[in-house]
T-cell receptor, first 114, second 112 residues
Framework: EAQVTQNPRYLITVTGKKLTVTCSQN?????MSWYRQDPGLGLRQIYY???????DKGDVPEGYKVSRKEKRNFPLILESPSPNQTSLYFC?????????????FGSGTRLTVV | AQSVTQPDIHITVSEGASLELRCNYS??????LFWYVQSPGQGLQLLLK??????LVQGIKGFEAEFKRSQSSFNLRKPSVHWSDAAEYFC??????????FGTGTRLQVFP
């Protein structure tokens, strides 16, 4: 089944403790992206990647890092999480950055930073 | 500036009633337009999309949307709502290789 898989689904952590949210897709998509969803703000792009070893900032990149060493994986790294990063995170992918196909989304990761 | 506006934060309808969710956009280039649905605890699922051609597009689950260039709108409609349609709906706009810009969402509640 074609899908985007995120782990974990739920995570509670403490301020300053480094964490990684994994994202993997099995569709051989070139383009991958991370969004955060907050009430009243919709989805905002954090980082995106056009292909392996090619990443760029989205609208709200502060406090986050990403890497794209393999085509299928696009982990989101919070090196020193803070409470304002408490949010619902989505990973998404699409073919070759071509929006003709829309995005395929993962099921989300709900992160709470205390 | 590029933006998407969904003016209705929350809509409540009775089961069997018709539905229209509004979406207005501001975008410099010819836009690609999308509607996504998010059921509780789930990711976003693509309902329908518009790139060109017929301005009335059909999607999954009986939804349709109409692109009106003169009004910069892409409203989502359904003739008869089912209880399972209760969810949050997001309108999004983008260009060929650009990111998707999302609206803030409309939460739909359906009463029996």
């Amino acid at each position: 089944e074609a899908q985007v898989t995120q782990n974990p689904r739920y995570l509670i952590t403490v301020t300053g403790k480094k964490l990684t949210v994994t994202c993997s897709q099995n569709m051989n998509h070139e383009y991958m992206s991370w969004y955060r969803q907050d009430p009243g703000l919709g989805l905002r792009q954090i980082y995106y990647s056009m292909n392996v070893e090619v990443t760029d900032k989205g609208d709200v990149p502060e406090g986050y890092k990403v890497s794209r060493k393999e085509k299928r994986n696009f982990p989101l790294i919070l090196e020193s999480p803070s409470p304002n990063q408490t949010s619902l995170y989505f990973c998404a992918s699409t073919r070759g950055g071509n929006l003709n196909y829309g995005y395929t989304f993962g099921s989300g990761t709900r992160l709470t930073v205390v | 500036a590029q933006s998407v506006t969904q003016p209705d934060i929350h809509i409540t309808v009775s089961e069997g009633a018709s539905l229209e969710l509004r979406c207005n956009y501001s975008y410099g280039a010819t836009p690609y337009l999308f509607w996504y649905v998010q059921s509780p605890g789930q990711g976003l699922q693509l309902l329908l999309k518009y790139f060109s051609g017929d301005t009335l597009v059909q999607g999954i689950k009986g939804f349709e949307a109409e692109f009106k260039r003169s009004q910069s709108s892409f409203n989502l409609r359904k003739p008869s709502v089912h209880w399972s349609d209760a969810a949050e709906y997001f309108c999004a706009v983008g260009a060929f290789t650009d990111k998707l810009i999302f609206g803030t969402g409309t939460r739909l509640q359906v009463f029996p």
